[in-house]
């Protein structure tokens, strides 16, 4: 088997911290400096549920509008997309540009280069940003940003998690809209933290791969109408 090489890095911004691409033979994987693997072209079960439990509450709707926070591989926008109809919109906010550009790439095969669907926008930034000005915009938002409520790659994360940073994603949704957040691991203090915002929410466990590998945890939060 080939070893693993590394292809390409970039500064994640207000971090001291870089993401690193590799790539083997056909597969590539991004790790941060100091962290290890984040994400890999081999295990996205996860990714694709967290857009298939939500994209699937909101399909039926007219010209359903939904906000992705975290580009990552690709796959969870490819899931979106599967999952909505020809008149939807999807917008990505990717805080990296290169991740952009090497999903442009070749890595962007492996999800089946999504970003050439004319339904999917990408705005370059802090999906932060969109969440504090927005206002009943989205039929669901998707953040599959850093590791979840206890990430590791960006300290400036921790507030998308915080009870500011769901309320903003709350007054972001459409009447019965649904924010669904993948996460690494369970945290119970963030399901109460949900509620106590006042998202109607169930959590679902998910193995990254075929359904094996590491369980991941999904939580679906609904707004009220």
């Not at 926070?69 to 999807?90: K, P």
Request: charged share 25%; proline share 4%.
């Amino acid at each position: 088997m080939s070893p693993w090489t590394l292809i390409d890095t970039a500064r994640i911004p207000g971090n001291d911290g870089e993401l690193q691409l590799y790539q083997r033979d056909a597969e590539f994987s991004i790790s941060v400096s100091g962290g290890g693997v984040l994400m890999s072209t081999w295990a996205h079960g996860s990714e694709d549920a967290l857009a298939e439990l939500a994209c699937r509450k909101i399909a039926r709707r007219p010209r359903p509008r939904v906000l992705i926070g975290g580009l990552g591989m690709g796959f969870t926008l490819a899931a979106a997309l599967r999952h909505l109809g020809a008149d939807s919109e999807v917008e990505v906010a990717e805080l990296v540009p290169a991740v952009v550009a090497w999903n442009r790439g070749a890595l962007g095969e492996h999800a089946g280069h999504p970003l050439r669907d004319a339904r999917a926008t990408v705005r370059e930034g802090d999906v932060a940003r969109i969440l504090k000005t927005e206002r009943q915009a989205y039929d669901a938002i998707l953040l599959d940003v850093d590791n979840g409520p206890e990430g590791f790659t960006r300290k400036k994360n921790d507030w998308l998690y915080t009870t500011d940073g769901l309320t903003a994603s709350y007054k972001a949704l459409r009447p019965e809209g649904v924010l669904a957040i993948w996460s690494a691991g369970p945290d119970r203090d963030f399901t109460a933290l949900l509620q106590k915002v006042g998202f109607k929410m169930r959590q679902r466990r998910v193995h990254e791969h075929d359904n094996k590998g590491s369980l991941h945890t999904i939580w679906l939060a609904e707004r009220g109408p």
